[in-house]
């Protein structure tokens, strides 16, 4: 069974910096695509970015473009978000998930195998 923790979430003002970490359980954890996902107040749950199992691709939405950074290390079986000049409306609940299969669709929340439980990420103004 393949788990994922989410951590790193917490309060910062807008122009601040957070990094989440999920730590997947697992020995297969190199053999994933990682995403994350974040899901703000009334809105539905939306793509933020992801990392090839291998880390040499990454993609992510166009809002945090420039601003968040994927990065893993399979030898600590974690991915992590660096999330720089954070505004507002970044505020959500952040998710990490894992995929097989292509790479291809890892925008698609439908193809991702396993979920994290979400940390929160609150941005004053």
């Known amino acids: 069974q393949v788990q994922l923790v989410e951590s790193g979430g917490g309060l910062v003002q807008a122009g601040g910096s957070l990094r989440l970490s999920c730590v997947v359980s697992?020995?297969?954890?190199?053999?994933?695509?990682m995403g994350w996902f974040r899901q703000a107040p009334g809105k539905e749950r939306e793509f933020v970015g992801a990392i090839s199992w291998s880390g040499t691709s990454t993609d992510y939405a166009d809002s945090v473009k420039g601003r968040f950074t994927i990065s893993r290390d399979n030898a600590k079986n974690t991915v992590y978000l660096r999330m720089n000049s954070l505004k507002p409306e970044d505020t959500a609940v952040y998710y990490c998930?894992?995929?097989?299969?292509?790479?291809?669709?890892?925008?698609?929340?439908?193809?991702?195998?396993?979920w994290g439980r979400g940390t929160q990420v609150t941005v004053s103004s």
């Open positions: 998930a894992a995929k097989r299969g292509g790479w291809d669709t890892a925008r698609r929340e439908e193809m991702y195998d396993y």
């Open positions: 697992g020995r297969t954890f190199s053999s994933y695509h």
